[in-house]
């Protein structure tokens, strides 16, 4: 069975007991304005028969004139009876003609009490009338009685307009307490309706919702003790999820860390082995087949000695990277203001030899003034990288193009080649460590596969970055990015 909402709980309660109470409150009202009615009704009749009197009380003989006369003008029946029960005044009727009225009740209680009032079916006009008896008193005995009557159906139009009015502003009061009875219970049911709504909400893991607080003291503690709870259940879960989080990212460092280990590992014994089993081919050729030929023996060895200094290059390139690396987290690097053309002039300057070998012009432009905080010999380290793999990739008689250009947020040297360039699908992975385009040439040329490797940490300890842009067949350009000072 389903449960009707707390609105159709509150609101038919309290509209009964609201209409029950005007309903009580108007049948009340009519009885009281009723009663009240009728008392104004013979008051009135009362003071009409005093008002009378005075014009009756020395003249009997013409009562009946009088009594027509002020019948007329006031719309009342006047009646005038002597006090053996004799009309002699009447507006509606002739007295002579009238029955003897000493049985009237009026009449009877008015002789006794100087005044009465009933309310009885008339024989003489044949309906229901209101009747008025007071005593003309004259030298201490009652001479006479003067009754003033009304039809009660003359009452009852009256009377019928105030019960309408009654009704009809009963109506309107119940209309408005209906209305303000809805009001009232919907402000007392929003709220719940409205809490019971965050609470879903929490239910559905959303601890962000919260609820107004209402206007009641009771319910606006309740609404703040679910907004506290949400908080403090959505900040544990928030720090479970961070810790979790946290977790992960451990954890995924940690494998990544592993993987370069792994892959760092494997490439070294790769790179190593190489050469050292070159060397020992040639070495147990030697041994085995002796020094006749010196021709031979003379190659074998500038062989040994190429497997040797590639064997050097790369160990000296590994010692390097794990220095910078080591200096970079220790913070043990000295970074100063100077200017960064020297730096680059002196890389030019060593690495010319290899430029002039195979006829390739080396081209600097740029402001000599402009300067940075930069660890000179690092940053010459990092340009010369560059312009050696610019040489190793360039052909004979090509050119190299270095420009150092300052922007408002950054210094830019590039290093631009016209060599064999490199397809876009080695582009995101060319500064990683061992990674080369082309193995076999790479090792001809005389590569480690850590260069660029070395540049990309040279840079990150500066605070900067390296990128490349490459078109296949036309050159690549490498930048080299230093913060501005």
């Not at 879903?200 to 601890?207: I, L, R």
């Not at 970079?328 to 100077?338: P, S």
């Not at 660890?375 to 312009?387: F, G, K, M, S, T």
């Amino acid at each position: 069975m389903k449960t009707p909402k707390l609105i159709w709980q509150i609101f038919p309660p309290f509209l009964v007991i609201a209409a029950a109470s005007l309903l009580a409150t108007a049948w009340f009202s009519s009885k009281s304005f009723t009663k009240l009615y009728y008392d104004q009704l013979a008051d009135s009749l009362k003071t009409q028969s005093r008002l009378i009197e005075p014009q009756i009380i020395d003249n009997f003989a013409q009562a009946d004139e009088i009594c027509k006369s002020l019948g007329k003008s006031t719309g009342l029946r006047i009646t005038v009876i002597l006090a053996d029960g004799q009309v002699i005044g009447d507006s509606d009727e002739n007295p002579a003609l009238m029955k003897d009225h000493s049985d009237r009740p009026e009449f009877k209680e008015a002789l006794i009490s100087g005044e009465s009032r009933s309310t009885r079916f008339s024989d003489t006009l044949g309906r229901s009338m209101i009747y008025v008896a007071t005593a003309v008193v004259r030298d201490g005995y009652t001479s006479a009685i003067i009754r003033t009557s009304m039809p009660i159906t003359v009452a009852k139009k009256g009377l019928t307009a105030l019960h309408n009015k009654i009704v009809w502003t009963g109506l309107i009061i119940t209309i408005c307490a209906a209305a303000a009875t809805w009001i009232i219970s919907r402000k007392i049911s929003r709220p719940i309706e409205q809490m019971t709504e965050t609470a879903k909400h929490f239910a559905a893991g959303d601890f962000n919702s919260r609820t107004a607080l209402p206007n009641s003291r009771e319910l606006a503690k309740l609404a703040k003790t679910l907004n506290e709870m949400a908080e403090r259940i959505g900040g544990r879960i928030e720090t479970i999820t961070k810790d979790q989080s946290e977790t992960q990212a451990v954890l995924a460092s940690m494998n990544r860390l592993e993987n370069i280990r792994r892959d760092f590992v494997a490439n070294v014994s790769h790179e190593l082995k190489t050469p050292i089993t070159s060397i020992k081919g040639f070495v147990e050729t030697l041994l085995e087949e002796g020094v006749n030929n010196s021709e031979q023996t003379e190659n074998f060895l500038k062989i040994i000695s190429r497997h040797a200094d590639r064997l050097d290059a790369i160990i000296n390139d590994l010692l390097a990277l794990c220095r910078l690396e080591e200096d970079g987290q220790k913070r043990n690097l000295n970074f100063e203001l100077h200017p960064i053309m020297p730096a680059i002039v002196s890389a030019i300057e060593l690495a010319k030899m290899k430029a002039d070998a195979k006829r390739i012009s080396i081209e600097l432009n740029g402001d000599k003034t402009i300067t940075a905080k930069i660890n000179a010999a690092l940053l010459e380290q990092a340009v010369l990288n560059l312009i050696d793999n610019a040489i190793k990739y360039s052909p004979d008689g090509g050119k190299i193009k270095i420009d150092v250009k300052k922007s408002d947020r950054e210094i830019a040297i590039t290093v631009a080649d016209t060599g064999c360039g490199i397809d876009s699908e080695h582009l995101d992975r060319i500064f990683e460590r061992f990674y080369v385009v082309d193995k076999a040439r790479s090792r001809k040329l005389g590569g480690t596969g850590l260069g660029l490797a070395i540049v990309k940490h040279i840079a990150q300890v500066h605070g900067g970055s390296v990128s490349v842009e490459s078109t296949p067949d036309k050159g690549s350009t490498f930048t080299l990015s230093l913060p501005k000072d």
